[in-house]
């Protein structure tokens, strides 16, 4: 638990439930009144000034510049941080990503020497297409690079349990608690790549010492039920991953949902929602002088699910679920607003 502590006594804070308390409990605290000023300054000259923008998370700094003369912006409030507070950057972490040009060595060349004269001290600062910020990998080409690192060491940590040669149920158990959680945090945020389902296929074969394509992929998560080991799905450990963060942190889904369905009833015909792709929701009246006769919906038989307060022997009937919205709509909620940040520079203090 924490507590303040004043002229009257001792106050109750919060509780801290996860985490893990480094050297003095003050110090976290003294970080932050050291370097909130900073970050007061820097949206005093920067984002006030439509420069662009600067996050922090504890001492980690990212920020999104309309242009890299901008740079220079930056520099005065690090330098002042140097002189004030003695937080000085790590140059071998700092990375500079241009974004909306295709890096080559022509535009490492020219942005190294603009720095090399206008802040000197920056000059080693790397200019790469792509860096990892927060465990997640950004930059222009970091769709090609987002999880490459983390199957490399999947694929590395599988055949480590392998080589052990201990029985089914021994790896399995292994390959769950070690080899699994690995795409728990990027999975958070972003989906893995499709091809995945191929690797974790040949990693399974290889982790029971079973012939190449022997069992489909599915089948390995049902062998339990046979008296095999008890393997997770790869797939569905990374969507649990992505709901639970969603419902960890993102509200008013209700509303949005609401507003997403308005904009659907405007952008499209009546045809369109009776097509199976969208149904109309309770409560939003359709446009009738536009109705022509529906098409049969694919999707009209009933479904059966456990009941919540009954025994799972039985069984109660459920509406079928409403279809799935098309993209159309989506689209037409894009902003219309240019992209104006066209370099990311991270810096770790």
């Not at 480094?22 to 110090?27: E, H, T």
């Not at 599988?158 to 699994?180: Q, V």
């Not at 409560?283 to 009933?302: D, E, K, N, W, Y």
């Amino acid at each position: 638990m924490t507590f303040s502590m004043d002229s009257k006594g001792m106050h109750f804070l919060y509780y801290i439930w996860s985490g893990v308390l480094q050297g003095d409990p003050m110090s976290a605290t003294l970080f932050l009144m050291c370097l909130n000023p900073f970050l007061e300054h820097f949206d005093q000259t920067l984002t006030r000034a439509t420069g662009g923008e600067i996050r922090a998370c504890a001492d980690d700094l990212g920020a999104a510049l309309r242009n890299f003369t901008f740079l220079k912006h930056l520099y005065k409030v690090f330098a002042l941080a140097k002189i004030i507070a003695n937080l000085n950057l790590k140059p071998n972490k700092c990375k500079i990503i241009p974004t909306n040009v295709e890096i080559d060595d022509d535009i490492v060349t020219f942005l190294k020497s603009w720095i090399r004269e206008n802040i000197p001290e920056w000059e080693t600062f790397q200019v790469v297409s792509h860096a990892t910020y927060l465990g997640f990998v950004m930059g222009p080409k970091s769709l090609m690079t987002q999880w490459s690192d983390v199957i490399n060491k999947y694929a590395a940590r599988t055949r480590a349990i392998a080589a052990s040669h201990c029985g089914p149920a021994l790896s399995a158990f292994s390959y769950n608690f070690t080899a699994i959680p690995l795409f728990g945090y990027r999975a958070q945020l972003i989906a893995p790549p499709p091809s995945l389902s191929n690797k974790e296929r040949h990693a399974l074969h290889h982790l029971l010492h079973l012939p190449p394509n022997a069992l489909e992929l599915n089948w390995f998560f049902h062998l339990h039920t046979f008296g095999g080991p008890l393997i997770k799905s790869l797939s569905c450990f990374c969507r649990a991953s992505l709901v639970r963060a969603s419902l960890s942190t993102v509200t008013g889904w209700d509303t949005q949902l609401k507003q997403l369905q308005r904009t659907a009833q405007n952008c499209l015909s009546a045809d369109s929602w009776f097509s199976g792709f969208f149904s109309p929701p309770v409560g939003i009246p359709l446009p009738l002088s536009s109705i022509s006769p529906a098409p049969a919906v694919a999707s009209a038989r009933p479904q059966l699910t456990p009941s919540a307060s009954r025994p799972p022997s039985c069984w109660k009937i459920l509406p079928p679920p409403p279809p799935r919205l098309p993209v159309g709509p989506l689209l037409a909620l894009r902003s219309k607003k240019k992209p104006t940040n066209s370099l990311v520079s991270i810096a770790y203090l």
